[in-house]
């Protein structure tokens, strides 16, 4: 019997991953949810997952969390800043409790991207090679969710304003990174790899646009403005100053290309292809 452990498991991903878990087959009674907070996972418990408290930021609560873990997804926090020293926490509690593999969500081309997020991935890549533990590195491209939460915004301006030109983006659902993320948890095989996920096919912010015109019956444009109007557009909106050039600076990274991946090792992973953006556009837009 193996044992896995999901961190952040009161989250969409983790609860995607556990879900994808136990549709492969894994028992609930071998699956461990690590959660800050048990109370957001009771319908998990319900199932037959153990749940067990585990705080990325203390040490002490992660020893006993992990003890006769198997096999690790550990899940990229969500506490930017705090992420290096709160992973190489999870993955030396998981060296000492004897866990066998580490699979770490990180970012697509994390060594060598100028992703702005991108550092705190690297650094984390670079603590799990040192800690001698086998590991599977999962280089995740963007959530297709990302752009779903602002259709009502879009539709109601008839407009994508943004400063990421032409650049393609391998987004997928995080449900199919999650079950990715499950796969590569069960299979043997993966050990010491890495991998660069991205859905296909790669779409632009004008074929998103259209997308979303076509499953909405609203027509939606993409306007591209330069970083410095597109920064000035969000600070006019309320966007403090920080948030805006963060935002922009995502907007620069879409414009050259550093969310776009041809790896197939998603759909590898999967077994299947990548859910499509129409698709996923058609299940959120009802
Ligand atoms: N590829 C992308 O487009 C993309 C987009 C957004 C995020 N991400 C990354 O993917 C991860 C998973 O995505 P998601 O949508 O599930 O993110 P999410 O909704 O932000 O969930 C983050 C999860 O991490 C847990 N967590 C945060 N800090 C923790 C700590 N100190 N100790 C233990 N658990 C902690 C949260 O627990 P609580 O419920 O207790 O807060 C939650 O379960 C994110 O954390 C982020 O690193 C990727």
Do not use: C
Not at 128 to 146: D, K, M, P
Not at 171 to 184: G, L, N, Q, S
Not at 259 to 279: I, N
Request: hydrophobic letters at 45%; a negative charge.
């Amino acid at each position: 019997m193996t044992t896995y452990a999901v961190t952040g498991a009161s989250g969409p991903f983790g609860r995607h991953a556990i879900a994808s878990l136990i549709e492969s087959g894994v028992a609930a009674g071998d699956i461990v949810a690590l959660v800050r907070t048990p109370s957001k996972v009771a319908d998990l418990a319900e199932q037959g997952v153990e749940v067990r408290t585990a705080d990325y930021s203390a040490p002490d609560t992660l020893a006993g969390a992990l003890a006769g873990v198997d096999a690790l997804l550990l899940v990229s926090g969500s506490e930017v800043g705090q992420r290096v020293a709160q992973h190489t926490n999870v993955i030396e509690a998981a060296k000492a409790a004897g866990v066998s593999r580490i699979v770490y969500t990180s970012v697509l081309r994390a060594d060598t991207t100028e992703l702005v997020l991108a550092p705190e991935h690297k650094a984390t890549e670079e603590a799990l090679r040192a800690s001698g533990v086998a590991f599977t590195i999962l280089r995740n491209g963007w959530y297709i969710e990302n752009y779903l939460g602002q259709v009502e915004q879009y539709r109601a301006t008839g407009e994508i304003v943004g400063a990421s030109g032409d650049g393609r983006v391998s987004a997928a659902t995080r449900a199919d990174f999650a079950a990715a993320a499950a796969a590569a948890l069960v299979q043997q095989g993966h050990e010491n790899a890495v991998y660069e996920l991205g859905g296909a096919p790669a779409f632009t912010m004008s074929d998103l646009a259209a997308a979303l015109s076509s499953a909405t019956g609203t027509t939606i444009v993409y306007r591209d403005v330069t970083p410095e109007e597109n920064t000035a557009i969000l600070e006019s909106v309320g966007l403090d100053a920080g948030t805006a050039g963060f935002v922009t600076a995502l907007e620069v990274a879409t414009s050259r290309g550093d969310l776009f991946t041809e790896s197939r090792d998603l759909q590898r992973l999967l077994g299947r292809e990548s859910t499509p953006l129409v698709d996923a556009i058609a299940a959120a837009v009802k």
